[in-house]
């Protein structure tokens, strides 16, 4: 029997069209990298022996500039769902663009250390399960998930949208998960940093032991 081809959720459909292209190209600019620059740099600095990342949901690539300048003898991976975007990530010659939904991309290696940034709080809850499988099927070591933080599940409005962010404590539902996994460190980026502005994201950084 031919395999059976998985049907695209809502929100990966709303990423993929007229939403996702304005998206690309409203997030752009050095100011941004930047701040991206700061928040990595803090979020690493306990991450040792990273010399292959890979990102899942990496829009046009301001992430994998930022650590690309940060670690700029890794090996970068990316997954984007967005076709504007992955062109535009694609063209920036510095990471391996697979075009396709982080569900469906095929893990043929582990990185050591598998990012997530602004991605997690778009997708269905029902979906999160597969989400952090496929974040530990990825990494070797380390996992940084960036996302908005709240204790308890919560669905946000988005410019006008229902049902297309949610915030939720991702980072503790996957230590609940998987034992395997212990925090490493945690920090915030505030929107109103006067150099580094971060969009009010909080990240956390895990590491797989055993």
């Not at 752009?28 to 928040?39: E, I, P, T």
């Not at 996994?181 to 940093?193: E, H, I, M, P, V």
């Amino acid at each position: 029997m031919p395999e059976s081809i998985r049907e695209p959720s809502e929100q990966e459909r709303f990423w993929q069209g007229a939403f996702g292209d304005e998206y690309v190209e409203r997030n752009d600019g050095a100011k941004l990298v930047a701040s991206n620059l700061a928040l990595f740099s803090k979020a690493l600095a306990r991450a040792g022996g990273v010399s292959s990342v890979i990102e899942l949901g990496t829009n046009r690539g301001l992430n994998l500039i930022a650590l690309h300048q940060l670690l700029p003898f890794c090996r970068f991976q990316g997954v984007e769902i967005n076709t504007r975007a992955h062109a535009a990530a694609s063209a920036l010659g510095i990471a391996d663009v697979w075009h396709g939904s982080l569900f469906d991309y095929p893990i043929t290696r582990q990185h050591d250390l598998a990012l997530i940034k602004g991605v997690l709080i778009h997708l269905s809850p029902e979906l999160l399960s597969a989400a952090y499988a496929k974040l530990m099927a990825a990494s070797r070591r380390w996992i940084l998930i960036a996302e908005y933080y709240n204790p308890t599940p919560v669905e946000v409005p988005y410019r006008g949208n229902r049902d297309r962010l949610f915030k939720r404590d991702f980072a503790g539902e996957m230590l609940d998960l998987y034992p395997e996994l212990q925090l490493a460190d945690y920090g915030f980026c505030y929107q109103r940093d006067p150099i580094f502005p971060g969009g009010d994201c909080t990240w956390f950084l895990l590491e797989k032991r055993g």
